[in-house]
């Protein structure tokens, strides 16, 4: 238990004789992404690519298996991705100095592997792709060199990895799979923050985040046709071997959702239509860039497109240093209620200065109820929330969307944080005014939930 502290002192420490560099290259270990250079060009990021371990509390682990189950109560099968770091899936190109921050190759992979280990245990599917990743040719690198994100061929070992747990779940039993085959197109230069930040502290170019872009296209043989495929999505029919469009499912066929970081919104590395290539389920993708680790998961399980049609299939992806007990368990609480049963349980609501107040006789919440603040359509991204005793005991609480996530106007909330026994009025305002279909309803205890 003693070596993730000292391995921490290690990573903080100041002074590292660095190697020779190919670009010219200073001090980039003062960058405010400390980094340090490695051979061939490839850059890895102190904190985040050599740091030994990125924890998963089990209390985490209990939350994500509670939503695993309620989801699958519905008919939905998670399916939870831990990226792994560069330093995890692509040590080959590590300097010596490496050493000197605490990289341990075994430790930062057994963290990693311990990790998908134990989500497994608990029933959430964890597929492993660092092993994928560590099994690259020699001459494919899994992560741009000058950036941390994965490049296309990291992205499709990432979704053979992924796909090949997902047929061997039992939902895939009734699936029929679809053909989708994807293919080499034209080279794309991407963004990279990573990238401008350490050209500061180089003297040459740094390696530009570029790479042969993918185009994925559904089979059409023995398949639905084009116009079928798009039927439900766009009333201009695309031509026969057009690009797929991850917006548009066939109702009559599985579905798989893909919700996550930028990993999965660049268009750089078609991992979702290597996702639906190796799945033979197309990939609908709703990966928000800059949301951090709840914000596309948050902005989904609240939508109403979640609500009225859930998948049959839900890949969760997130790198693992973004740790899922930042902000504390309400983030894990909305999600677990958001996927249950539809709210629907209608309370005696009224409308007070711009307010739904709802009025409840003293003992008539328990704990373990939940509610939904529903501002009726899109773009509400606040609801501030107000409990009150028949005492007059008031207690307050703001439920916030930043601008990165998708402004739903749906907001769940678990009572027990604010739970009180002689609780009579439940108040929301929110930051759009009310409309006819404003709501405050109850939820019902999902099954999946221990209490």
């Not at 008539?364 to 773009?379: N, T, V």
Request: one cysteine or more.
């Amino acid at each position: 238990m003693m070596r993730p502290a000292f391995a921490l002192c290690l990573l903080m420490a100041p002074a590292v004789q660095a190697g020779p560099t190919q670009f010219g290259c200073a001090n980039t270990e003062n960058a405010p992404s400390a980094s340090i250079e490695g051979t061939d060009g490839v850059f890895y990021r102190v904190q985040s690519d050599l740091r030994l371990q990125h924890p998963m509390d089990d209390i985490v682990v209990d939350q994500l298996a509670q939503l695993a189950r309620v989801l699958e109560d519905q008919g939905t099968t998670l399916i939870y991705v831990n990226v792994p770091t560069k330093g995890q899936a692509m040590p080959q190109y590590l300097p010596p100095e490496a050493a000197a921050y605490g990289y341990d190759p075994a430790v930062m992979q057994a963290n990693y592997q311990d990790v998908t280990d134990r989500l497994n245990a608990a029933g959430v599917p964890a597929p492993d792709l660092m092993t994928a990743m560590l099994g690259a040719k020699p001459d494919e690198k899994v992560f741009f060199q000058a950036d941390f994100h994965w490049t296309p061929d990291g992205a499709r070992l990432a979704a053979q990895a992924i796909g090949e747990m997902i047929r061997s779940l039992p939902a895939y039993a009734d699936v029929t799979p679809v053909e989708f085959t994807s293919q080499e197109a034209a080279p794309e230069v991407a963004f990279s923050g990573l990238r401008r930040e350490l050209q500061t502290y180089c003297k040459d170019t740094l390696p530009q985040v570029e790479a042969k872009t993918w185009v994925t296209t559904r089979a059409t043989d023995g398949q639905l046709s084009a116009a079928d495929i798009f039927a439900d999505a766009n009333p201009a029919q695309p031509a026969e071997g057009e690009v797929l469009d991850i917006f548009g499912t066939g109702s009559d066929e599985a579905s798989l959702v893909l919700v996550g970081t930028s990993f999965s919104d660049s268009s750089i590395n078609n991992f979702a239509g290597f996702l639906s290539e190796y799945a033979g389920i197309e990939a609908v993708n709703y990966a928000i860039t800059g949301g951090n680790q709840f914000g596309s998961m948050t902005s989904y399980l609240t939508s109403r497109e979640f609500a009225e049609d859930r998948p049959t299939f839900l890949i969760w992806e997130n790198p693992i240093y973004n740790s899922l007990a930042q902000f504390g368990p309400v983030p894990m609480d909305e999600l677990i209620i958001a996927a249950g049963p539809a709210c629907d349980i209608a309370t005696e609501t009224t409308v007070e200065e711009s307010s739904l107040v709802a009025s409840f006789q003293p003992g008539q919440l328990k704990p373990e109820d939940a509610f939904l603040f529903d501002q009726g359509g899109e773009g509400a991204r606040v609801a501030d929330v107000t409990f009150e005793t028949k005492a007059g005991i008031r207690r307050s609480l703001r439920i916030e969307r930043s601008d990165r996530l998708r402004a739903t106007g749906r907001f769940f909330l678990k009572l027990e944080p604010y739970w009180h026994p002689d609780l009579v009025k439940v108040a929301v305002r929110f930051d759009r005014p009310l409309t006819d279909t404003s709501a405050l309803t109850l939820c019902p205890t999902p099954k999946g939930d221990a209490s």
